[in-house]
């Protein structure tokens, strides 16, 4: 397997609590913590196009308008004008609560997980402008601003990486 993608495979392996416990902004659901409460009219601020940069690279997401109880995304990162993997994204209502599952592709479009299987992040806390999903945060910082933070699993330990998006429409 190609070195670069193992990297980057590496990368968004999650981490258990005792390594999360240190980041400021992000948080993870305790074993025996439900979610709160929510609706998918939680993050209405949400949908659109959003660019900005992230792992060293230009980022992209683009979400839906909620409908049915569901949102879709997709996310991609490219650096050095080449294409370095994508995601295919959905938060979903669920047991009076949302939650985000997502699927990682390489740039041959090629998933990294199994065929039937997805990452998936619970919800831990949710406020008018932020969704703390288990290791990742969704957070709007001004009108048409946003940052997105993530604990991932990188060559050097694990790390809390930021996204700093703003709103393309």
């Not at 409908?67 to 991609?76: N, P």
Request: proline share 3%; with cysteine; glycine share 8%.
């Amino acid at each position: 397997m190609d070195r670069r993608l193992i990297r980057y495979l590496l990368v968004f392996q999650l981490f258990s609590f005792p390594l999360w416990a240190q980041f400021e902004n992000t948080m993870q659901l305790a074993p025996d913590q439900q979610s709160p409460r929510a609706s998918i009219e939680s993050i209405s601020w949400l949908p659109g196009a959003w660019i900005g940069e992230g792992l060293g690279g230009y980022c992209d997401e683009v979400w839906s308008i909620p409908k049915a109880g569901s949102m879709l995304g997709t996310f991609r990162l490219i650096q050095d004008d080449k294409l370095l993997f994508s995601e295919f994204m959905e938060i979903t209502e669920s047991d009076g609560t949302i939650l985000l599952r997502l699927k990682h592709f390489g740039s041959d479009f090629i998933g990294w997980e199994a065929k039937d299987k997805h990452v998936t992040f619970q919800l831990v806390k949710i406020t008018e402008d932020a969704a703390y999903f288990d290791g990742l945060t969704y957070k709007r910082t001004g009108e048409n601003a946003m940052e997105v933070y993530v604990v991932i699993d990188g060559e050097h330990g694990s790390s809390e990486e930021r996204f700093s998006y703003q709103r393309a429409d």
